[in-house]
């Protein structure tokens, strides 16, 4: 299902040597599931790095059928949580884009909301798009949308089966409202 997997790791303000233990980490878990895996490394240091010393990583998947999937985790802040081994944070990374492949679905768990408010704010034209199961933020923001826009959307589940794999997918469906931007100059 999934071809590639790129990845870029960062780090500002520590050693460089995380880079590296990040990216073994995560590799060590992707690996097992395809060989092509690119991780890039982005080190700051210096008055353009900032203040604040930390380090993160973020991978993306493209599945066979041309849809992107991420995940995204980032070290604490420093005197804030508790600390996070760069070996830790590699490895929780590549297991969260392990679930958003499960997952499926068009768009993954952090861009819900988005596609959601694109298809409101469309054509007063029918709109579909088929997610993975609904993360609670996107529940909470339909509740939104109702409450600002007055639309309802038809959700329909779908059960993984033979033709969907991976878990239960939920097909979205709306009429948009047509907005339109009023500033904009006619010709």
């Known amino acids: 299902m999934t071809s590639l997997t790129l990845g870029c790791r960062y780090s ?3 050693s460089p040597q995380m880079a590296n233990r990040i990216v073994d980490s995560a590799r060590s878990i992707l690996n097992k599931f395809i060989p092509d895996i690119y991780i890039y490394t982005d080190h700051m240091k210096g008055v353009n790095s ?3 010393p930390g380090f993160g990583l973020s991978l ?3 599945t066979t059928n041309g849809t992107f999937l991420s995940a995204e985790l980032a070290s604490n802040p420093q005197g804030q949580g508790t600390a996070v081994l760069p070996e830790d944070l590699g490895r929780n990374c590549a297991r969260l884009l392990l679930e958003e492949i499960y997952r499926g679905g068009c768009v993954d768990s952090t861009n819900q909301s988005l596609a959601l408010l694109l298809m ?3 054509q007063q034209d029918v709109s579909k798009v088929l997610l993975g199961p609904l993360s609670p933020y996107t529940i909470e923001f339909l509740r939104h ?3 600002f826009f007055q639309i309802m959307f038809k959700i329909e589940t779908k059960p993984c089966g033979e033709e969907l794999k991976g878990g ?3 097909l979205m469906t709306c ?4 907005f339109s931007n009023l500033s904009k100059t006619l010709k």
């Open 12 to 14: 500002v303000r520590v």
């Open 50 to 52: 900032g203040k604040s």
């Open 60 to 62: 993306v998947a493209e």
């Open 120 to 122: 409101t704010l469309g």
């Open 145 to 147: 949308l109702k409450s």
């Open 168 to 170: 239960d997918k939920v």
């Open 175 to 178: 009429v948009g409202i047509g």
